[in-house]
């Protein structure tokens, strides 16, 4: 039988609870359950997209898998050679050690709701939202490193050009 741990707290989330980070222009990144919570099992965090935003570089991670379920709007997404696009209600998996990135490609705001485990990656996306982070292209590949990922600019620039998107 598992153990049952103390220092996990039973609550309920209210929908402006957690730690909102971000510029609602772009990209705001709500973290609603981090992996302190969870003994590194899970994180949770809601990621809001302006119309025409790339949420992020072409990038894999080697530690983490992704799940974004979509809460709002649409969601495109490049997983590895494959382009996708998802509707409310859809989820995408985002297994580690695929190349990927994601964006809005409507003209509403897209909502999804973002399940990593094992927890880990929030944490990039923290230091990214905090005020002072950005996508610097000097710095943002040692900074994903930091959390086993790489990033690839030079697809990242042919998906921003190709879909006319803000990055």
């Known amino acids: 039988m598992p153990e049952k741990t103390t220092d996990t707290m039973v609550r309920v989330l209210g929908p402006q609870d957690g730690e909102i980070l ?3 222009s772009f990209r705001t990144d709500r973290f609603m359950i981090d992996g302190d919570d969870t003994g590194g099992r899970v994180a949770v965090v809601e990621h809001t997209l302006a119309p025409g935003v790339l949420a992020g570089p072409m990038h894999f991670h080697t530690r983490e898998d992704e799940y974004s379920y979509v809460l709002e709007g ?3 997404a490049q997983l590895g050679d494959e382009e996708v696009f998802a509707a409310t209600g859809d989820l995408v998996f985002k297994p580690r050690g695929q190349w990927h990135t994601f964006w809005n490609p409507g003209d509403v705001p897209t909502r999804i709701l973002e399940i990593i485990t094992p927890s880990g990656l929030e944490d990039l996306f923290r230091e ?3 005020p002072g982070g950005e996508f610097d292209p000097a710095t943002l590949p040692a900074l994903a490193a ?3 990922c790489e990033v690839d600019f030079e697809r990242t620039a042919q998906i921003v050009g190709q879909h006319g998107l803000t990055f």
Do not use: W
Request: proline fraction near 8%; aromatic fraction near 8%.
């Open 22 to 24: 971000g510029a609602p």
């Open 146 to 148: 930091r959390y086993g």
């Open 128 to 130: 990214l939202g905090a």
């Open 74 to 76: 649409r969601l495109a």
